[in-house]
Structure formats: structure tokens, C-alpha cells
């Protein structure tokens, strides 16, 4: 016999949410990362269900065992914490590196690390202050 058959139907309903939740935003998450084109646009999408499907995945998980323990369980906020931290540095490094990368190779998809000095100066307004009418 499960010790989850001992749970209230309150917090088994509450759990059951989160758990759903958890998973649709990680589902989505993965269903970006399969739809979208481009590598610059894939990054983004894993990064809602690591990131908000973590953490209603360990909102659940708490609620669960602290229910079941009748005690406070709280050592899975760390669990949160960490994909909170590292995946925002993961995809900072992947994008970095992938515009380096097609940087280094030419690539036309790509716009060039010298944005402001290869932009057209002719026939625009210098005075940033002006109102466009």
C-alpha cells in the first residue's frame, strides 16, 4: 500500500495541481524547443520548464511530504534554487558561445559585433530630443 492513500483530499488535489502544472509548463518548454527554427530562438524555450515546471514540480513535492511527515520539508527549495540560478547562466553561455561562433564563421543570419559603427548616418534626425510628428 502507497503512503500517498494516507494524504487528505485537499492536499492531494493541490498537489495533483502543481504536479500539472509542473508538467505542462516543461511539456511546452520541450514542444518550443522541437517547433521553433533557429538555435538563437531554441534557447529560450527549455528555460520555462526548467525554470517554472521545476518549480512547481518541488512546490508539490513540499506540499506532499510536508503533509505526509507533518513536519516542515524544506531542503527541495535548494533544488529550486539551483536550476533558478544555473539555468539562466547555461543559457547565457549557449548563446554566447553560438554568437561567437557564427560571428567567427561569417554568418549573414548573424548582425556584426559593431552594430553602432556600421549603421547608416546619412538623413537621420541627430538631436535625440526631437518629436516625430
Known sequence: MS?????????????AAFLALGSGLTL????????????YDRIHAP????????AAIVMA?????TVLESRPVLHE????????????????LLGRAALY???????????????LQSAPTGGGRTDPRERVL
Open 61 to 65: 513535492s513540499m506540499i506532499f511530504f
Open 101 to 115: 561562433r557564427d560571428r567567427a564563421e561569417n554568418s549573414p543570419d548573424v548582425p556584426p559585433s559593431n552594430v
Open 47 to 54: 528555460t520555462l520548464g526548467a525554470s517554472w515546471g521545476t
Open 28 to 39: 511546452l518548454g520541450c514542444i518550443g524547443l522541437l517547433r521553433l527554427r533557429s538555435f
Open 3 to 15: 503512503h500517498a492513500a494516507q494524504l487528505p483530499a485537499w492536499a492531494a488535489i493541490l498537489v
Open 77 to 92: 527549495i535548494l533544488i529550486g534554487i539551483f536550476v533558478t540560478v544555473t539555468t539562466p547562466v547555461t543559457l547565457m
